[in-house]
């Protein structure tokens, strides 16, 4: 069993429509949560981090947390066009250890 | 500058030979992390810094890389004896404090390293 998990898709969304992206962990002791988008050929870039259990939104981005069930989820509002990217789930387990530990990556295609 | 910088983008090397990867993180950030990334994955954790100090190389997938951080600033990563195996994208990232949980850290553009 991989440490994080995600559909690799692509999951196909309709402009206007929410996209629901979704990542399972395995470490329950993990202590945050990242998510970064990634276009082709470019650098993760961070959309959100969340650390407590529940909802965190920023601006058409909410970050849905479950340490019960070990479960980060993403939805975007709104999808347009541009948010064609591939989305990385990333851990950190906490403590003393402040490496992330990535999945990889779901693909997000937004059709117009 | 105001992201983490790093060179060259691109490098083509012979298998066999030595490369060296520059890192110049976010001014100021204490923490600084590399990554590999081979295509259709995500990233993989190499080693993290602390200041000069290398806390965690665990990730290095052999004595072949080598990573420092003399002065707690610029990084070098050097691949010895590159195989082709080592061709990825090597990512660099950076964060104000990385002990603490809460803290993302903030990726570089990366070096694509292709070993012919």
């Known amino acids: 069993q991989k440490e994080v998990e995600q559909n690799s898709g692509p999951l196909s969304v309709p402009e206007g429509a929410i996209a629901s992206l979704n990542c399972t962990y395995s470490?329950?002791?993990?202590?945050?949560f990242f998510w970064y988008r990634q276009y082709s050929g470019k650098s993760p870039e961070l959309i959100m981090f969340?650390?407590?259990?529940g909802d965190k939104e920023d601006g058409r981005f909410t970050a849905q947390l479950n340490k019960a069930s070990q479960y980060v989820s993403l939805l975007i509002r709104d999808s347009q066009p541009s948010d064609s990217a591939t989305y990385l789930c990333?851990?950190?387990?906490?403590?003393?250890?402040?490496?992330?530990?990535f999945g990889t990556g779901t693909r997000l295609q937004v059709t117009l | 500058g105001a992201g983490v910088s790093q060179s060259p983008r691109y490098k083509v090397a012979k298998r066999g030979q030595d490369v060296a990867l520059r890192c110049d993180p976010i001014?100021?950030?204490?923490?600084l992390f590399w990554y590999q990334q081979a295509l259709g994955q995500g990233p993989e954790f190499l080693t993290y810094?602390?200041?000069?100090?290398?806390?965690?190389k665990s990730g290095l997938p052999s004595d072949r890389f080598f990573a420092e951080r003399p002065e707690g600033s610029v990084s070098t990563l050097k691949i010895q004896r590159t195989q082709q195996e080592d061709s990825a994208v090597y990512l660099c990232?950076?964060?104000?404090?990385?002990?603490?949980?809460?803290?993302?850290?903030?990726f570089g553009d990366g070096t694509r390293l292709s070993i012919l």
């Open positions: 990232a950076s964060s104000p404090e990385g002990r603490r949980f809460d803290q993302p850290q903030h």
């Open positions: 001014s100021g950030h204490v923490s």
């Open positions: 470490d329950r002791g993990s202590q945050s």
């Open positions: 990333a851990v950190n387990p906490g403590g003393t250890a402040s490496k992330l530990t």
């Open positions: 969340i650390y407590s259990n």
């Open positions: 810094f602390q200041n000069e100090a290398q806390l965690d």
